[in-house]
């Protein structure tokens, strides 16, 4: 059961249509939002770039290879998926090069179809995490009866009335669903316990030869495990190679890339909001200030406190809640974070102790960039459309919409198909049907 399965859903009161995505990469499309054009001259060159079956991190590396710098000198806004067709800004930072270097070296990046340049112009500045408007998703569904569009669109209206639950999405935990874990023994400085957690203990669920890693591992074999390992579990199989060489549990978790360290603490972070998100749905106060919130506006992302007489009038039919500008927010607990009073803070901290968590283990992060911050509980999908079609693969039902910066568009899909999503994308890890798992 992933950890996203029992969340409450806003639209049980509608079936829905089951389903599977991801079954290939032009099934799931993304489409990077820039906050702003590149002003056509600076020491940065801007690339839109469009990749399939590589994640950022991977794009990165090979264009910081290909133009011949350091990947800090690559900036990016956000994160897409690995296993889908997607198009995103990167910015590389090329100060004193001529036109032909600068050719010469697009050139290099151009490795269709995993990876290719649609446009490139210069900007003065690194582009910056968070620094695009938003995403837009062109999504087909599998496995599905096209006449059941009619179920989903009857479930996207209701969403576009209310907002949707605004939940961090189950590939922020992976598919071990253990992230969670990782990043707060991370934070704790369990490093033992972190290696443990990520490499070993097999699950029924994963292949024989992963299963193959995860108990080398747990034997203490490293050189089995790293064999064993697939390559596309590259921090997986960077921990092993650590450990491999003789250095601690506490050098083996240096030798991770600093942003995947960044995504186990988010994924700690997460968890806790998506608790308070769920408990907000099932008491039917997802859309409704309470006293001792702190409101989100959408406009911006400030937020402001609530008392009753604030409650009462943006709960009112002319209110802001209703006119979706101005919604509950949850936490991303961090030492940066903003906190709310009463009831709605001993809720959020209560989510945040379950975890094994507590302020002090985030004030005491150090080196590790916590952060915090407030995130909306729920996500208003702009531009939304739908429409159901066949092709060479059979039958599919197609939506497309625009959501907000971090937001998940799988968790728009949980509500439509009620079946957690099932992720096609996966299925290289799991069992042989045909194979007796040992």
């Known amino acids: 059961m992933s950890l996203t399965e029992n969340l409450a859903l806003l639209t049980d009161d509608h079936p829905g249509i089951g389903g599977v995505i991801k079954e290939r990469p032009e099934d799931f499309i993304v489409e990077e939002q820039p906050l702003y054009e590149p002003a056509g001259e600076g020491e940065h060159l801007y690339l839109y770039i469009e990749k399939r079956k590589l ?15 350091g990947r800090r000198d690559v900036g990016y806004a956000g994160l897409k998926d690995k296993h889908a067709l997607t198009r995103q800004l990167v910015s590389v930072y090329l100060p ?35 620094h695009h408007a938003g995403n837009r998703f062109i999504i087909r569904v599998r496995r599905v009866k096209p006449t059941d569009v009619i179920h989903a669109n009857a479930i996207l209206q209701q969403l576009e009335q209310r907002g949707a639950p605004n939940y961090l999405g189950q590939q922020r935990f992976g598919y071990r669903d253990n992230a969670h874990l990782i990043g707060a023994a991370l934070l704790q400085q369990r490093y033992q316990d972190l290696l443990d957690t990520l490499l070993g203990k097999p699950l029924p669920i994963e292949n024989e030869n992963l299963q193959a890693a995860r108990r080398a591992y747990d034997q203490g074999d490293y050189d089995t495990a790293l064999e064993h390992c697939p390559r596309s579990l590259r921090h997986d199989r960077q921990a092993l190679e650590a450990l491999r060489q003789g250095k601690t549990a506490e050098q083996t978790v240096q030798t991770i ?52 007489q604030t409650a009462d009038t943006e709960n009112a039919p002319g209110g802001r809640i209703h006119s979706h500008l ?96 099932p992720d096609a994308s996966l299925e290289r890890l799991r069992p042989d049907p045909d194979k007796p798992q040992g």
Not at 100 to 113: A, C, K
Not at 345 to 360: I, M, S
Request: hydrophobic content about 40%.
């Open 55 to 69: 994640t950022t991190a991977d794009a990165v590396r090979r264009i910081a290879k290909a133009f011949r710098v």
């Open 96 to 130: 004193g090069r001529t036109a032909e270097q600068e050719n010469e070296y697009l050139e290099r990046v151009d490795m269709p179809p995993r990876l290719r340049v649609v446009w490139h112009d210069r900007h003065a500045n690194k582009l910056r995490r968070g």
């Open 257 to 308: 890339d600093m942003t995947q360290r960044q995504l186990y603490i988010s994924a700690l972070q997460g968890a806790a909001f998506n608790a308070v998100l769920d408990s907000r749905i099932r008491e039917n106060r997802f859309d409704r200030l309470v006293p001792g919130d702190l409101a989100w506006k959408h406009d911006n992302g400030s937020v402001f406190a609530v008392d009753k």
């Open 326 to 421: 101005v919604s509950p927010s949850g936490p991303m607990w961090g030492p940066r974070m903003i906190k709310p009073e009463g009831d709605i803070l001993n809720r959020e901290l209560l989510a945040l102790e379950q975890l094994g968590v507590g302020e002090r283990d985030l004030e005491a992060a150090g080196k590790h960039d916590v952060g915090g911050g407030r995130r909306a509980l729920r996500v208003f999908a702009q531009e939304l459309q739908i429409e159901s079609g066949a092709d060479e693969h059979g039958p599919y039902i197609e939506t497309s919409f625009t959501l907000p910066r971090g937001a998940f568009a799988t968790m728009i899909l949980r509500e439509v198909m009620k079946n957690d999503v």
